[in-house]
């Protein structure tokens, strides 16, 4: 079928290295943030949320980063791993308006070297 | 493992059939959400339901429709299937309460019309 929008960005890191991810989100009044990994033919999956009230949060081998004066949010993997080879989407949730809708960045393909 | 499940996995189908796309959770979630995906693209959502009887249309324009009779069932319908309609299809659900919450996804339907 024919495709509408964007092909994804590619982040290619040595195993071992540190990864960041970045996405800018659209809606200053979005209060709520999720990173998602897809793996080829599986569908996304959660890795770690934030919200507005926080500017940083960690989980294990991630850090998500948030700048809401520049409306940014950025994904940290600590020592990537091949497993970690997937596509990464942000996803933010607009508050008000009785809205309950996730809005997906574009994503990032990362991938591992060996 | 989140307890959202899509049948079938995979499907090919000619032209012109009537195909529905099930998708079931057993989360209790009220929030449930249809994304389109071609390979390599972003998720863009066709359709949501806040709840039994709730169903809006999404950002994506789509010729399918779907229909939420039961919470825990959100089926998606191509009434006449036509190669542009070749894509995978992720169904999702949220029990989002106004604090943020995480979208489940389920494996999704990679539909190819012929």
């Known amino acids: 079928g024919e495709s509408v929008g964007l092909h994804l960005p590619t982040l290619s890191v040595q195993e071992g290295d540190n990864s960041i991810i970045n996405c800018a989100y659209s809606?200053?009044?979005?209060?709520?943030f999720i990173w998602y990994k897809q793996e080829s033919g599986k569908g996304p999956q959660f890795i770690i949320d934030?919200?507005?009230?926080?500017d940083k949060r960690q989980g294990q081998r991630v850090t998500v980063l948030l700048n809401k004066t520049v409306k940014h949010l950025s994904l940290q993997i600590a020592a990537t791993q091949p497993g970690d080879s997937a596509v990464y989407f942000c996803a933010e949730n607009p508050k008000g308006g009785g809205t309950y809708k996730y809005i997906f960045g574009t994503g990032t393909r990362l991938k591992v070297l060996a | 493992e989140a307890d959202i499940y899509q049948t079938p996995r995979y499907l090919v189908i000619g032209t012109g059939k009537k195909i529905t796309l099930e998708c079931s959770q057993t989360?209790?979630?009220?929030?449930m959400y249809w994304y389109q995906q071609d390979p390599g693209m972003e998720l863009h959502l066709i359709h949501y339901s806040y709840g039994v009887n709730s169903t809006e249309k999404g950002d994506l324009s789509s010729e399918s429709t779907v229909s939420r009779i039961r919470t825990e069932h959100f089926p998606l319908t191509l009434e006449s299937a036509r190669p542009s309609h070749t894509s995978q299809y992720l169904c999702?659900?949220?029990?989002?309460?106004?604090?943020?919450?995480?979208?489940?996804f389920g494996q999704g339907t990679r539909l190819t019309v012929v």
């Open positions: 809606n200053s009044a979005s209060d709520y």
């Open positions: 989360m209790g979630h009220d929030k």
């Open positions: 934030i919200r507005s009230n926080m």
């Open positions: 999702a659900s949220s029990g989002f309460k106004g604090q943020g919450a995480e979208a489940f």
